[in-house]
């Protein structure tokens, strides 16, 4: 659109412009028409517009509409939006971001970026447009849909699970309708967790057929507790098609405030782009800007309402400003470093991932790289062709948002760092160095499968076939345990390899509950071998029950996107893939992981990423520098 069409909107101190579609009367094949008109938001009210959420698509597929006699282009997806809503008698006040907004002006673009939240949370309601219907299924999904809510709600809230009997007699048709509209492009953006999120009153459009979101996030929550009390119909009438849905209102969510004021969930704003890594945004500077009007973009920790959101605006409390004049590496920058700022901590570090691209352009290596895809969850929402990508370029799942209530490398609370010249300089030890880093390290398992039985007497009793096999992965697993510092190197690659998660307890809690953890080893590896009596490592609990189900999923979590690490002192660990011999293990002052580091000149090294190491997750490291008299010292991170 024309920059020609736009007459720049008022800018006066403490007061908020946007500029709104009056979209004119019409129906059927007759031509758009609209007005511009600007408006101003008032604090504490609701405006008589509508905002509409949309997926821009793909620009190739544009048409034209009119506006004051002169021919405009806009995406398609937005033109069937338009004509769907649109009345046939009389004006719709609407606002939609690539009508209202001029996407030419960047200064225009940043301040409304800024308000998106009041735009939003001022709109008498949202409009989500999903797009046509193509296959005629909304009806039969909406149908179905309001039929299991009014269930619910005539069972005065009492859920039931829907048995495996109901789920073999169901419409495969019309869930198999349900699945496509939760995977619908609309669930998978960046910004519709704050368009959902600010408002109280949302419709979803899906061709002709139309339901609230009060009605669908009922749905939703009655499919996961379906899932978690033991039912089938998610796994077996849904398949994957709930993930992005998932994100989308456990994030919005986040966004909602109680009657106190306060917002509804904590939710840091790291955690935020941490989980917004799993969603799509066609400018990547917007992972960052999607979430400012989220309760912890602000510098200041007050009650999040309307009026907050002023307030932030007009005392510059934001995290940061958008503009996009910047970069995305300078916005990415900016963010890193307000966070650290604002938490004192080095948290943003532990989301830093790095494939062979970043790691080698001018941007500063500890500065996350918000756009690529990660592993948080299980299953969690990407691009399909991010499943194609190789294994060293996937990412893993963080550690370091854990806490110090899981682990503390870096003992203390005082963190000490200084930025200069795109360089971060922080306080800590070189503790050691990567002697080696084996590929896909949820193999490991078979060497210490069978280095547990034949420490258990157990290969006797197995077909001689089946023996041969096993000492050979035995062989491959020799030269890892020789000399290693620990009193049971077996035991200790095990922990490494669930980055000592065992039974959901933390690695400070750990070694109270060994006997636990050694019995689902055991039980890991006697399923595995085919050995069908329980196997019982060393010393274990035998009335200690064994979960071999969470020892596993911590394996499976933990070693994916990640290498097994053996360190020149004989140190197991987990760490990312780029891993290399000679990089450093390093642990910094008051920060809860380790870190590998590649030596770049003398006092110098870019980061890799955060890690896990067996042994020293819990200050043990800088006690053991300082010991034999080495104190920390800066290390500079470029």
């Avoid at 919005?252 to 935020?272: N, P, V």
């Avoid at 592993?375 to 190789?390: D, F, I, L, M, S």
């Avoid at 000492?471 to 049971?488: F, G, H, I, Q, R």
């Avoid at 020892?551 to 996107?561: L, M, N, P, Q, T």
Wanted: net charge negative.
């Amino acid at each position: 659109m024309s920059n020609t069409v736009y007459s720049p909107l008022p800018r006066t101190s403490g007061r908020r412009y946007i500029r709104l579609c009056e979209l004119q009367p019409g129906a059927g094949a007759e031509p758009l028409r609209i007005r511009l008109l600007p408006a101003e938001l008032h604090k504490h009210t609701t405006a008589e517009y509508e905002a509409i959420s949309w997926v821009w698509g793909d620009p190739a597929n544009s048409t034209t509409m009119e506006y004051e006699g002169i021919e405009l282009t806009i995406r398609q997806n937005l033109d069937d939006a338009m004509r769907a809503f649109r009345l046939p008698d009389r004006a719709r006040l609407v606002w939609a971001d690539a009508l209202c907004i001029n996407q030419e002006d960047p200064d225009e673009k940043a301040d409304q970026v800024a308000m998106m939240g009041l735009i939003y949370a001022c709109a008498a309601a949202i409009l989500i447009w999903l797009g046509q219907d193509q296959e005629s299924v909304a009806a039969n999904a909406f149908k179905e849909i309001e039929h299991h809510v009014e269930s619910r709600e005539l069972a005065k809230s009492k859920w039931r699970v829907m048995s495996d009997e109901q789920v073999g007699q169901a419409n495969v048709e019309t869930w198999e309708s349900i699945g496509t509209f939760f995977q619908n492009e609309w669930f998978s953006r960046v910004w519709v967790q704050q368009e959902l999120g600010m408002t109280g009153s949302a419709i979803f459009f899906w061709g002709n057929s139309q339901i609230s979101s009060s009605r669908i996030g009922t749905f939703y929550q009655w499919l996961t507790w379906n899932d978690y009390a033991g039912g089938t119909v998610v796994k077996e009438l849904l398949k994957d098609s709930l993930y992005a849905a998932g994100s989308t209102f456990g994030l919005a969510g986040t966004f909602r405030r109680k009657e106190s004021g306060q917002a509804s969930a904590a939710f840091s704003f790291m955690q935020l782009l941490d989980y917004s890594q799993t969603l799509l945004a066609t400018d990547p500077r917007d992972y960052v800007y999607a979430f400012l009007s989220h309760p912890s973009a602000s510098n200041a920790a007050v009650p999040f309402d309307q009026a907050t959101c002023w307030e932030m605006m007009d005392t510059g409390a934001l995290l940061v400003v958008p503009s996009y004049k910047k970069t995305v590496d300078e916005v990415y920058g900016d963010i890193a470093l307000a966070l650290m700022q604002h938490h004192a901590e080095l948290e943003p570090l532990t989301l830093v991932f790095h494939n062979e691209s970043t790691l080698a352009s001018d941007a500063p290596s500890w500065v996350p790289r918000w756009h690529h895809k990660t592993a948080t969850t299980p299953g969690a929402p990407v691009e399909k062709e991010q499943w194609r990508r190789r294994w060293d370029e996937l990412p893993p799942r963080p550690l370091g948002v854990f806490g110090k209530e899981y682990f503390d490398a870096g003992r203390g609370d005082r963190v000490e760092t200084s930025i200069s010249l795109g360089r971060l300089t922080v306080k800590g030890v070189i503790f050691d160095r990567v002697h080696s880093a084996c590929e896909q390290p949820r193999r490991m398992l078979n060497g210490l499968w069978v280095t547990s039985l034949l420490k258990s007497g157990q290969l006797s009793d197995m077909p001689e076939k089946l023996v041969g096999s096993l000492k050979s992965e035995l062989k491959k697993m020799t030269s890892w345990l020789e000399n290693a510092p620990y009193e049971d190197p077996v035991l200790a690659a095990a922990l490494a390899l669930a980055c000592g998660f065992m039974n959901g307890i933390s690695s400070k809690r750990a070694f109270d509950y060994l006997a636990t953890f050694q019995r689902n080893f055991a039980a890991c590896c006697a399923k595995d071998a085919g050995i069908q009596n329980q196997l019982l490592s060393g010393g274990a609990d035998e009335q200690a029950p064994a979960n071999l189900t969470d020892f596993i999923s911590a394996i499976d979590i933990f070693c994916f996107g990640r290498k097994f690490l053996r360190s020149d002192k004989g140190y197991f660990g987990l760490v990312p893939t780029l891993t290399k011999s000679d990089d450093c293990v390093a642990v910094f002052s008051g920060v809860a992981v380790p870190y590998i580091l590649r030596p770049v000149s003398e006092g110098y090294f870019k980061v890799i990423g955060h890690c896990y190491v067996q042994g020293i997750m819990n200050g043990e490291a800088l006690v053991s520098a300082m010991t034999n008299g080495n104190m920390p010292t800066q290390i500079v991170l470029i």
